[in-house]
């Protein structure tokens, strides 16, 4: 079952811009999935790109919208995913992060961000970045007065194909200096037969102001990003398979409270972005995107 959530914004038409799936606060888990969409609003009319390019990694992170719903069905678990495009405003960026919205996204010009300016950005953000992070809080902030701090659980995936070169992992687990969930992950899947699991590849999963550094991170919350190869999720099959995977693989971790239980942990991005004298510094850009 999936329902649109209502929040308290005057510039969040239905549907836009949250899509929730209602599960059990006792699953110990939220499910995120911040490009699960490769939607943008009428008005915007598709920023002036070929109907192409929405079909590609720049507009969405092809099929884990399908592995976020299947895994969070499986778990008994909430999610939360986005109902617009990354190509709108990028949810999984600081709110000041020179990405945030794309001019130049893997080669594609971007013509309906190309004089974005404040003022729009500012708009893009209350209507849709805003809304996806309320009700992420929302839900965090509810289980934890229920007494079941969830771990909190990011589905993305990536090309096969970067720049030419070709990416040998099947999937990848993101963190930053909390690795309780993703050490037990990264060794089960290395058990099984044939998949070539990366430990913070093909990205780092520290990365100032994303979904997890603003969620989890800053909230002392178990946390693991997943990344899965696009060729492996882009069918219902493959979903499923994966879906299957993480739901066995994460059911005995998620039932352990004193793993879910919050702990606030070193931090790489915090590590990166201050001076010893605490001055803050600009985050580096990452080549891609997470």
């Known amino acids: 079952m999936t329902a649109a959530v209502a929040l308290p914004t005057p510039e ?9 799936i209602p599960g059990r606060v006792e699953s110990g888990a939220l499910i995120l999935c911040d490009h699960a969409s490769n939607e943008v609003p009428p008005e915007y009319g598709r920023l002036g790109l070929p109907e192409a390019e929405f079909s590609r990694h720049i507009a969405y992170d092809i099929g884990a919208a399908a592995v976020t719903r299947r895994l969070a069905r499986r778990l008994g678990a909430p999610a939360i995913l986005t109902h617009f495009s990354r190509l709108v405003i990028d949810p999984n960026r600081g709110r000041d992060d020179p990405t945030l919205v794309m001019k130049l996204s893997d080669g594609a010009i971007v013509p309906g961000n190309a004089k974005v300016d404040v003022a729009e950005v500012e708009h893009r953000l209350r209507r849709f970045y805003d809304p996806y992070d309320v009700a992420i809080a929302a839900h965090i902030e509810w289980a934890l007065a229920a007494g079941h701090p969830p771990a909190i659980v990011t589905v993305h995936s990536f090309t096969p194909v970067w720049r030419g070169w070709p990416r040998p992992w099947h999937a990848g ?13 990264i060794a089960e899947l290395r058990e099984e037969d044939g998949l070539m699991i990366g430990d913070n590849e093909p990205y780092d999963g520290a990365l100032a102001g994303d979904t997890v550094d603003r969620h989890a991170t800053i909230r002392g919350l178990a946390n693991a990003l997943i990344e899965i190869r696009q060729d492996l999720i882009s069918s219902e099959a493959g979903a499923d398979e994966w879906a299957d995977r993480f739901a066995r693989l ?20 915090r590590e990166r972005i201050r001076r010893p004298t605490g ?10 995107d997470p």
Do not use: C, M
């Not at 239905?14 to 899509?19: A, G, K, L, Q, S």
């Not at 994460?250 to 991005?269: K, M, T, W």
């Open 250 to 269: 994460l059911g005995p971790l998620l039932q352990d409270p004193e793993l879910r239980r919050p702990v606030r942990h070193h931090s790489r991005v």
């Open 279 to 288: 001055q803050a510094l600009t985050p580096p850009i990452q080549d891609v």
């Open 173 to 185: 687990i993101l963190w930053d200096g909390d690795d309780r969930f993703a050490k037990p992950l």
């Open 12 to 20: 969040s038409p239905d549907p836009w811009p949250v899509e929730s």
